[in-house]
Every structure is written in structure tokens, then in C-alpha cells.
């Protein structure tokens, strides 16, 4: 077969993988969020719907039933693990309300617009090896779904497009709160490109290529496979993990859906599968978010002594793969844990915050980083 | 987009397509600005029970507010005419859910002075700790909801859980947690239990490293300060003069705490400080209030120390129930228990009126009580603290931003079932 019916295939077989994976996080980070939310407040979360066999008592004949001890017979397989799925089909069967007032084009194409560039963006994600021999047949496959060579400008160039879902949504609504919560947004997640797109600068310059599987190499190939860029360039690595809170409107930038000031933000007046979708693009654009920064800062799927960077068995690449799922969910875990601790910016506090500390923090290192490179060069 | 061209539809369909009011002010010709009228409650998030501010708003900045009462009325003052005095009792527990307990004691001490009883020394201690446990209830949600409207919603639910605590002290001693109905006229329902001293002794225990964990995530938090400091200052004067009373008044720097200034209930007795603080804003009623949740914890501490038995009604006063033994063995309190019982007897209260103020956690809660000589009262006007903090938000807060507006209301513990009555 040549090579490129078999990239081809692999393409298609890499593409399903990640939408797959990635839409199987989304509840587990779901679940995971109110468990740990309910462990810091001193509650319980969900433990109702659970994966429970019944009582696996009366699958024995009945003179069998009394050997199997009572506490087997309610045996729960991680309490409340099914919330999400109860979630879910609790909003596939709400009633769709559209307002009156609504703009219908933009309330219907707002939700799609919000989680279709975050999903595509995904796209130029590694998440394993760039040089997997496949089952030693020679062909070479790079674990990632389109080897771009625009890379991260592209990720940006797409994943850029999910705010015009949330101010369309808004703007359609015809409401006053998603109206003010959409216009949030936009001002909020423009402002706070630009101090990413700075500390990324500085994180290209370093490593000479925009290219996302160059940066994984250069970071697991130098400093004893340690050459991280969270080691290398620590100030642009704070002002991306700022500014990601900021782009995934997480707490304590979460503004646009502040519930006490906006009641819900953008998506006030959606309901049922549109909400979901809402809900869904939230959820993946901070899984996109944080492979971007375990890609770009933490060294992506490499892992001194467990993943051989230029190596070409299936097991490295497995192993690759394994990796950078631990430290996306370490990234996700680290989300979590700040928006139940933190309160939450004021307007002009966000703006001051963005324009007027992070951005020269961000040039300033911009700047520096230009000197060493040349110096040392 | 020309603004003929805006013009024109909203002309030819104004119920359907202009959301955003009506009064449009164009600065330059071709961009068209106006000023948004928005209905913040009775159903928002922020405005816990049900209050309603309608305001314009320019852009994020807040030009005026309409604050609205009236959702949660349900003629509690009427309701004060038509039952008697005891059962007036269970209708206080209603006015602030947040803390029964102080109403319930503030409304019986009113009747009593009307009535010239002196309730028995036992009674008193154990009214002074459970209108201080009410309070460290209140102020430690009112801490919790301050910090929930500013999103740090886990402070909130950590005092959400020693709120609990406190209900459970309540329950041990009245059988009810949001609506107690403890006191009585002349005295309480029941004596405490046997074992609720060492209950609230446990509590007190508790209670010290959460409120330090609060402090923790509150007090040097940089976000909090940010949105707090500063935020809808009022001076000693202004707090004066718009009738403000309780934390909110003393951390405008307003020194009156009617547990201190006109003793009740044997409030003299006790060791206890005032915390005043003198900034006025947000902040300072966030830190006077847990300043007060400390010192409450004293006077419980003092009072359970020096609890004194005996009876807890006033026996002699024929207002109160005697002995069931009693009842049953001695003529004369058989007929005051059917003198008490009976349709159309009851406690009769002398001709008078009497104005009788207390200091609960929202401040000063004042109990008008015109009495004809019949058994029901000729009219019960409350005035309550949360009244004058709810139109206070005015001043406070007009041409701040919509997230101030937020913080202030949360800042200023609004009931609103005391608020409407």
C-alpha cells in the first residue's frame, strides 16, 4: 500500500481518536469538577445515579442467595459516575424555549459556532510521538491530526473563531443579560489574546518553529529531557495560564456567566440540547486550552525515562499518548481546583489586569528573550 | 448602518424588536447609544429572597436605582391583630428566617414590658445564648453569601455548614430549626436539655478554625479586597442620617449596640466588646461582621458559665402556663391554666402602647405594640433594620458598576421577609 493511503487512513482513524477521547473528558471533567468542588466544601456531589448491577443476589438460584454477603449485593461502581450521562439526556428532553425577541439565525448558529472551532482546533494537537513506525511496516505516522506547519498560528487562527459563537448567542437572545454577558465575552477574550499571543512569542522564539511537534521536541531533546518551557520561560508560562483561565471564561474571569450579576451569561436564554452544545464548547475549549499549555510549556507527551523521543515501537507511542492525557487531566485538576477557591474580577478590575499588567509583563519578556537568543547566538 | 435605517423597524414592530428601552440618546450622528433599563429580581440570583432593583444602566456603569418592595409582603403587622399575644410569636420566627430566635425573644421582651413581668434569671441567660448563636448564624452567612455574590462560592457552603450546627443547637432546644418559636410571653416554650450545654460547648469549639479558615480564603484574598475596599462607602453621618443601625452601621463607624447601650435580658452582666470599624465600605462590614461572630461566641461562653437553674417562666405573672403537675393537683393553677387556654381568655394586656427595641444581627429591630386591653393587640408595627439598609442601596450604590451593585446588596444582609412583613 503507499504511503499516503495509509496516512490517509491513519488520518481518519487519529481524527475519530481525538473527537472520541476528547468528548469522553468532557463528563469525566464534569463529574470530576463536582466531585472535587463537593470535597472542598465539605459535601458529598453526586452519588445518586450510579452504574449499579441490582441486586446481584437473585442472578444465583435461590438456594445460592444467602452465601453472597448483603454488602456485595449493593455493590456501586463509583457512586454518582453516571451524572453526567443523566445530565445529558436531561437536556436532550427539555423543552426548546426560543424567545420572542430572539434574532433566530444567530440564537440557532451561536451554540455551533462556540463548539465547532474549539473542536476543529484540536486538530493540531500532538498527543504522542512524531515517529511511530507503524507495526514496523515503515510507514511513519505522526501522532497528531494535521502535521501543519503553521501550527500553533493556526490552533489560534481557529480556536480565535469560538468567541463570535458566544457573542452571536448573545447578541440573538434579543435579552438584556445575555446581551451584556456577550458583549463581556468579546471584550474579554480579546483582551486577553493578546497577552497570550505575547508570552507565545516569546515561547516560538525560543524554541525556533511555531511548529506544536517541534516544540515537544525541542523540550524533551534538551535539559536531560527536562528543557520544559515552564522551566525556561517561567513568566510566559504564568501570563498563558492566566490568560487561559481568561479565554475559557473560568473563575476568576468568569464574567460573562457571572450568576450573581448576570444570572447566566450568554446562554440565559437557552435551553435543552443548544445549552448543552453551550456547555459542551465551554468544557472543550478548556481541554483545548490545556493541551495547548502541557503542549507548549510542559513538555507535551514526553516524559524523561518512560517515553523515548525518537523512539518508533507502538509501546513509546502508547506510552507517549498515556502521558499526555496525565498531564492534561493534572492541567484540568489545577482549573478546577482555582475557580472553587477564588472569588471573581470585577470589570475594570479584568481590563487592568489584561492591558495594563500583563501585556508589558508580557512584551517586557518578549523583549528580554529577543536579547538572550541574540546574545547567545 | 444609517440610523434611518435602525429607525425604521423599530417603528414598524416596537413590542417585538426594542428590548433595550426607550429613551435613546445619539452622541454622534450614526451611532446610536441608549441607556438600558434592567429588572434585577424578584427572580435573580443576587437578590436573595425577593427583591427587586430596576436600573438604567450605561453600558456596565449603573446611572439609577428603583429598589422595589412589596414581593414577599404577607401582612405579618395585620396578622398581629387577630392573634394573640403568644401566637404572635410564631408569625416573628417568619419575618427573618435568618434569625428566629432574636425575633422570637425580641418580640416577647416587648410584650413583657407592656405587661410589667420579670422573667426569672434562667430564662434570661438562656434567651442572651440563643440570640447570640442566632447571630453567629446570620454573620456567618451573611460572611459566606458576601463572598458567594463575589463567586467564592466554597466560603459560602463551609458556613452553610456551621449555620447547620447552630440549627441543630436550635432544634435540641425548641424542636424547630428555621422557625423556632422558642420564647413566650413571660418566659420560654421548654427549659434546655441536659445535654445542649455540652452541645453548644462543641460548637464554640468547632467553630474557631473554620472561622479561620474563612478568613483564609476571604480576608487577604487580593481579588476580595479589590472588589470590597472602597465599595459603596457610607460615612458615619450618612448612616445616621438614612437610619442605619447594626453591623452595617458600626462599620460606618456609628458606636450603638443596644445590647450595650440599653441593656436587655441581663446583656449587662456580660463581658463583651462593640466592634466598630470606621471605613464604611464593603469590607469593614465584612470584618465587623466576623468581629461580632467572636464576640458572640464570648457571651455564649460567659452565659452557659454562670447558667443559672430555677424555672424559666415567670410563675406568678398569670401570663404564663403552670406545672402540668400543678394544674392537676392545685385549684389555683388549674384556672390559670384555663384562664390561659380558653377561647376568649388569654393574657390581657393592659391599655397602653410601648415602643421596645432589641439588637438583632441585622441590627435595630423595634417592636410597636398598641394595646387596647383586649386579648389580641390593637396593632404591632415592626421596625426593621432591614428596611432602612434596603433603600440605603441607593445612595451607595448609583454610579458604580453593575458587579458593585451586587456586592453592596450582599454587604447589607437584606431579609426580605422582614423587609416587607
Redesign the interface.
Same mark, same amino acid.
Given at each position: 500500500m503507499s504511503d499516503w493511503v495509509v496516512q490517509a487512513i491513519a488520518t481518519a482513524v487519529k481524527a475519530g481518536l481525538v473527537i472520541g477521547i476528547a468528548m469522553n473528558i468532557v463528563p469525566l471533567l464534569i463529574y470530576l469538577e463536582r466531585k472535587i468542588?463537593a470535597y #472542598?466544601? =465539605? *459535601?458529598i456531589g453526586p452519588n445518586r445515579v450510579n452504574l449499579v448491577l441490582g441486586d446481584v443476589r437473585y442472578l444465583l438460584p435461590p438456594s445460592m442467595r444467602d452465601a453472597v454477603p448483603a454488602s456485595l449485593s449493593r455493590f456501586k461502581l463509583i457512586p454518582g459516575s453516571l451524572q453526567p450521562l443523566a445530565d445529558a439526556v436531561k437536556l436532550a428532553f427539555k423543552e426548546e424555549i426560543v424567545p @420572542?425577541?430572539a434574532d433566530k439565525v444567530l440564537y440557532y448558529l451561536g451554540p455551533l459556532v462556540a463548539f465547532v472551532p474549539v473542536a476543529t482546533a484540536l486538530a493540531f494537537i500532538p498527543f504522542g510521538t512524531g515517529t511511530w513506525d507503524l507495526f514496523g511496516t515503515g510507514h511513519v505516522i505522526d501522532l497528531r491530526i494535521a502535521s501543519a506547519d503553521v501550527g500553533v498560528l493556526g490552533l489560534f487562527a481557529i480556536s480565535s473563531l469560538g468567541v463570535y459563537g458566544i457573542a452571536a448567542g448573545g447578541w440573538g437572545s =434579543?435579552?438584556?443579560?445575555p446581551? #451584556?454577558g456577550a458583549v463581556r465575552a468579546s471584550a474579554q477574550m480579546i483582551s486577553y489574546e493578546v497577552p497570550m499571543g505575547l508570552a507565545l512569542l516569546a515561547a516560538i522564539a525560543t524554541v525556533g518553529s511555531v511548529d506544536t511537534q517541534a516544540f515537544v521536541y525541542e523540550q524533551a531533546t534538551t535539559w536531560g529531557g527536562m528543557g520544559w518551557l515552564v522551566f525556561k520561560q517561567p513568566l510566559a508560562a504564568l501570563i498563558f495560564l492566566v490568560a487561559m483561565f481568561a479565554e475559557n471564561n473560568r473563575?476568576?474571569f468568569?464574567?460573562p456567566e @457571572? /450568576?450573581? /450579576?448576570?444570572?447566566g451569561g450568554y446562554h440565559t436564554e437557552y435551553s435543552g440540547l443548544k445549552f448543552a452544545l453551550f456547555f459542551l464548547g465551554e468544557y472543550m475549549a478548556m481541554i483545548l486550552m490545556c493541551s495547548l499549555f502541557v503542549t507548549i510549556f510542559l513538555g507535551g507527551w514526553s516524559l524523561p525515562f518512560v517515553v523515548d523521543p525518537s523512539g518508533t515501537s507502538g509501546l513509546n507511542a502508547l506510552a507517549s499518548g498515556l502521558v499526555f492525557l496525565a498531564k492534561i487531566m493534572l492541567v484540568l485538576n489545577f482549573q478546577v481546583w482555582i475557580r472553587?477557591?477564588?472569588? *471573581?474580577? *470585577?470589570?475594570?478590575?479584568l481590563m487592568h489586569l489584561g492591558w495594563k499588567v500583563m501585556v508589558p509583563l508580557a512584551l517586557a519578556n518578549l523583549v528580554v528573550t529577543a536579547i538572550v537568543l541574540h546574545l547567545a547566538a | 448602518m444609517s440610523p434611518e435605517l435602525t429607525a425604521a423597524p423599530l417603528a414598524a414592530a416596537p413590542l417585538a424588536r426594542a428590548p433595550f428601552g426607550d429613551a435613546a440618546v445619539s452622541l454622534e450622528p450614526g451611532l446610536h447609544e441608549q441607556e438600558m433599563v434592567i429588572n434585577f429580581g424578584p427572580q435573580h440570583p443576587a437578590m436573595h429572597g425577593t427583591l427587586r432593583l430596576v436600573m438604567t444602566l450605561d453600558g456596565e456603569k449603573c446611572r439609577h436605582i428603583d429598589p422595589q418592595m412589596g414581593y414577599l409582603h404577607t401582612g405579618f403587622e395585620k396578622l398581629g391583630e387577630h392573634r394573640t399575644w403568644n401566637q404572635f410569636i410564631v408569625v416573628t420566627d417568619r419575618m427573618n428566617y435568618m434569625s428566629a430566635m432574636a425575633n422570637n425573644v425580641g418580640f416577647a421582651l416587648a410584650v413583657e414590658e407592656l405587661l410589667g413581668i420579670e422573667v426569672p434569671p434562667r430564662a434570661q441567660a438562656i434567651r442572651v445564648i440563643m440570640c447570640e448563636l442566632s447571630r453567629i448564624g446570620d454573620h456567618i452567612l451573611g460572611v459566606g453569601l458576601q463572598g458567594m455574590d463575589l463567586g467564592a462560592f466554597t466560603a459560602m457552603l463551609w458556613a452553610f455548614i456551621e449555620r447547620e450546627k447552630v440549627y441543630d443547637v436550635f432544634e435540641l432546644a425548641s424542636g424547630g430549626r428555621l422557625t423556632t418559636s422558642y420564647t413566650r410571653v413571660g418566659g420560654l416554650a421548654f427549659d434546655l436539655p441536659e445535654d445542649c450545654p455540652a452541645r453548644i460547648r462543641a460548637f464554640i469549639e468547632r467553630l474557631e478554625p473554620v472561622l479561620q479558615e474563612m478568613e483564609g480564603m476571604l480576608s487577604r484574598n487580593r481579588i476580595f479586597l479589590e472588589r470590597t475596599q472602597g465599595v459603596g462607602t457610607f460615612s458615619r453621618q450618612q448612616a445616621i442620617d438614612w437610619g442605619l443601625s447594626g453591623p452595617v452601621a458600626r462599620a460606618s463607624g456609628l458606636d450603638r449596640d443596644l445590647r450595650r447601650d440599653r441593656p436587655y435580658s441581663g446583656y449587662e452582666q456580660y463581658d463583651f466588646e462593640v466592634p466598630v470599624r470606621t471605613e464604611g465600605d464593603v469590607y469593614a462590614r465584612y470584618l465587623v461582621r466576623l468581629a461580632e461572630v467572636r464576640q458572640s461566641l464570648r457571651i455564649v461562653e460567659q452565659a452557659l458559665d454562670r447558667l443559672p437553674s430555677g424555672p424559666v417562666n415567670a410563675i406568678g405573672a398569670k401570663a404564663t402556663l403552670p406545672d402540668k403537675d400543678e394544674v392537676y393537683s392545685r385549684m389555683e393553677s388549674l384556672i390559670q391554666h384555663f384562664m390561659l387556654e380558653m377561647p376568649g381568655h388569654g393574657i390581657k394586656a393592659p391599655k397602653g402602647a410601648i415602643y421596645h427595641a432589641t439588637e438583632t444581627p441585622n441590627g435595630e429591630l423595634g417592636w410597636y405594640i398598641v394595646s387596647d386591653g383586649t386579648g389580641v393587640p390593637y396593632r404591632v408595627r415592626v421596625r426593621p433594620p432591614s428596611l432602612y439598609q434596603f433603600q440605603s442601596i441607593k445612595p451607595m450604590a448609583e454610579g458604580r458598576l453593575v458587579a458593585d451593585v451586587v456586592a453592596i446588596m450582599s454587604s447589607l444582609g437584606v431579609i426580605a421577609g422582614e423587609l416587607d412583613r
Open positions: 468542588s #472542598m466544601q =465539605g *459535601r @420572542a425577541s =434579543g435579552s438584556k443579560f446581551l #451584556m473563575l476568576p468568569d464574567l @457571572a /450568576e450573581p /450579576e448576570l444570572v472553587w477557591t477564588l472569588p *471573581r474580577f *470585577r470589570y475594570d478590575q | -
